[in-house]
């Protein structure tokens, strides 16, 4: 019987690097900071061989398919199957052909992680086995700047969390009692909303100006036009892995089983609309009109070295909210607008560690009710704020609902987003010299359509 913690793959490969290993240590190699690729990684790179994440690219030549990033290229996984590099794995392979993720991630983590630990191996310096194939490696490696990235999974459902305590507390003191800004549920349970799927788009994609009806403070009634309050709301968004029987929960403890990977993600917000309308039920037409999500899923396991504490939670939870350990990542996050004449600036500096609500919590307290959850979906984490207010996640709070304007580049100032306006969204982590990163979140705002 093999040890617990060995895939197929270790037993039938056996690669130097990861022979002697005890149970439970297998992840370790591949995010080893010593370890070093035959390709070139370029410093300050998101995709070192520690990182891997997995996306769905496409070329003009051939239909999507799975990748992972690798410096500046992508290793084509369809193209490695086919030539028999994974095939001490035991999953058909056909998987990486397909226009999503979500049948590979639905294998679940011994196949993942034994596939993500495989492609460390095949790139280590180390291993000659696909730098001698100089066929096979001109038809798998690709450019990242020569395709297209896809959104990489069908995302059946989304949910929207609101779990930074600064943000809550910044929006709180905005339009209630600052001394009673945060509601009394707050700090007992994740807070969050059912939204929609069909409306999140790939970075890069961009977004008309939203519709609908606001209603000034010294309105006798609402009127009906474009929004002119647009934001962003700088959040980390969780994928799903495993699914779920309807009536079954997830403990914290076992949420980390049934979570793939983290994407940067945009969810923009319509602040005029979301006034009016949000009385009785929360957001509607003030957020569904589109979010963004980075093309790169970055793994739990690659994420691993850069966990931190949890914030201290002032309110004893109930036990099913309770946990052990770091759950929380310790994510740079820095937002910029780009004009329309092309200049920049970042706007934003945050992390995500400053979380209150972790995301074990947030899918312990989503399924606690019995929802069962379904692989590719997608829970956002809300607004991450930190403490100061070169921390805050949103235009909403950094020009303190527009009385205090940024200053751009151009001579123009910033309130809200304007047509035109880019805004980008980056995120790394970074500890003895290895750095994950997740690429680029970006979106423009088009004018409203007629």
């Known amino acids: ?222 009127s009906f036009g474009p929004s002119k309050s647009l934001d962003f709301e700088l959040e980390i968004a969780f994928v799903v892995s495993k699914e779920t029987e309807l009536g079954s929960s997830v403990s914290t403890a076992q949420a980390e089983d049934h979570i793939f990977g983290l994407v940067l993600f945009n969810d923009w917000s319509a602040r005029d609309l979301q006034k009016w309308e949000y009385v009785p039920l929360g957001p509607f037409l003030a957020k569904n009109f589109g979010s963004i999500s980075s093309p790169w899923i970055v793994t739990l396991e690659a994420l691993e070295p850069f966990k931190v504490e949890t914030p201290k939670q002032e309110s004893a939870v109930l036990p099913y909210l309770q946990f052990e350990g770091p759950k929380n990542y310790d994510i740079h996050l820095t937002v910029d607008i780009v004009t329309a004449t092309g200049a920049s600036k970042t706007v934003s500096n945050s992390n995500y560690k400053y979380m209150y609500w972790n995301m074990c919590q947030q899918l312990a307290h989503h399924t606690v009710n019995g929802c069962n959850i379904q692989v590719g979906d997608m829970y956002a984490s809300g607004t991450i704020s930190g403490p100061t207010p070169d921390s805050y996640g949103s235009m909403l709070e950094i020009s303190w609902q527009g009385k205090n304007p940024v200053a751009m580049p151009d001579g123009t100032e910033r309130r809200f987003i304007l047509d035109n306006d880019t805004v980008v969204i980056k995120g790394y982590c970074e500890k003895n010299g290895v750095r994950i990163g997740f690429g680029e979140c970006s979106g423009k705002i088009l004018p409203a359509l007629p």
């Open 1 to 222: 019987m093999k040890p617990i913690g060995i895939s197929i793959f270790e037993i039938q490969f056996k690669p130097k690097r990861i022979q002697n290993l005890t149970p439970g240590t297998i992840m370790s190699r591949a995010n080893d900071p010593q370890l070093k690729s035959w390709i070139e990684v370029k410093p300050g790179s998101d995709f070192p061989i520690q990182n891997l994440p997995f996306g769905v690219f496409k070329t003009a030549e051939k239909t999507p398919r799975a990748g992972v990033a690798i410096g500046e290229y992508i290793l084509d996984l369809s193209a490695i199957a086919q030539a028999g590099l994974l095939d001490g794995i035991s999953f058909n392979k056909k998987v990486l052909s397909q226009k999503t993720l979500n049948d590979f991630i639905a294998l679940g983590k011994p196949v993942t992680n034994a596939v993500r630990e495989r492609l460390s191996d095949l790139l280590d310096m180390q291993n000659n086995e696909l730098q001698d194939m100089p066929e096979l490696k001109k038809q798998a490696l690709v450019k990242q700047s020569e395709v297209q990235m896809l959104l990489p999974v069908h995302i059946p459902n989304y949910t929207d969390f609101y779990s930074s305590r600064e943000h809550a507390t910044n929006v709180g003191t905005m339009f209630r009692d600052p001394k009673n800004a945060l509601l009394p549920n707050w700090l007992h349970l994740p807070v969050g909303y059912h939204g929609r799927a069909s409306s999140i788009v790939i970075s890069g994609t961009p977004i008309h100006r939203p519709k609908g009806q606001t209603k000034a403070d010294d309105a006798v009634a609402p």
